[in-house]
T-cell receptor
Framework: GDSVTQMEGPVTLSEEAFLTINCTYT??????LFWYVQYPGEGLQLLLK?????DKGSNKGFEATYRKETTSFHLEKGSVQVSDSAVYFC????????????FGKGTTLSVSS | EAGVAQSPRYKIIEKRQSVAFWCNPI?????LYWYQQILGQGPKLLIQ????????DSQLPKDRFSAERLKGVDSTLKIQPAKLEDSAVYLC??????????????FGPGTRLTVL
């Protein structure tokens, strides 16, 4: 079945460092891909998405490109801030109506000043 | 606009007891989802409603879990009897249209269940 694999955490960075969180997927057809973020004490929020190959999703300085050839959707940010400390989840959704989100295990990011 | 509301936020019970969670989706959202998030894992869909009908409950342990969405608005998720492995955060989400396409899911803050 469909699945998502993302890099294990925690990831610990200093402020202004470059961030990459790797995400690869297994799916039939052409799924939509997502990154969700969960800040401490809050619910999951959609960070960005891409619905077809070569699309780039971006939001709040974060970017991810849908790479079908490598089945990847890595999350990047050029300069992280302390406020980016959170848990990040990669997810996919199949392209058939009614299909649910399938999440990776999450990667905890901790940014220190 | 108000977000997805869930209650209670925390619940501690002993195994074999029963428990119920409540969710109020964003007004006008047709689709409602319940997810289970075990510590260290990503959320896993338990059940998906569109209006008051079940779209997908293939991963719901039906021997102990039940859910309903009366009148196509609020929903309750019940566990009876609870087991230790049910300790998790239960997330409710809603979306304006059916799953798939461009319909973003909005998540509530979750209910953290601890089974002793």
């Amino acid at each position: 079945g469909d699945s998502v694999t993302q890099m294990e955490g925690p990831v610990t960075l200093s402020e202004e460092a470059f961030l990459t969180i790797n995400c690869t997927y297994t799916a039939t057809g052409y799924p939509s891909l997502f990154w969700y973020v969960q800040y401490p004490g809050e619910g999951l929020q959609l960070l960005l998405k891409a619905t077809k190959a070569d699309d780039k999703g971006s939001n709040k300085g974060f970017e991810a490109t849908y790479r079908k050839e490598t089945t990847s959707f890595h999350l990047e940010k050029g300069s992280v801030q302390v406020s980016d400390s959170a848990v990040y989840f990669c997810a996919l959704r199949g392209n058939q109506a009614g299909t649910a989100l399938i999440f990776g295990k999450g990667t905890t990011l901790s940014v220190s000043s | 606009e108000a977000g997805v509301a869930q209650s209670p936020r925390y619940k501690i019970i002993e195994k074999r007891q029963s428990v119920a969670f409540w969710c109020n989706p964003i007004s006008g959202h047709a689709t409602l989802y319940w997810y289970q998030q075990i510590l260290g894992q990503g959320p896993k869909l338990l059940i998906q409603f569109q209006n008051n009908g079940v779209v997908d409950d293939s991963q719901l342990p039906k021997d102990r879990f039940s859910a309903e969405r009366l009148k196509g608005v609020d929903s309750t998720l019940k566990i009876q009897p609870a087991k230790l492995e049910d300790s998790a955060v239960y997330l409710c989400a809603s979306s304006k249209g059916p799953a798939g396409g461009e319909n973003e899911q909005f998540f509530g803050p979750g209910t953290r269940l601890t089974v002793l």
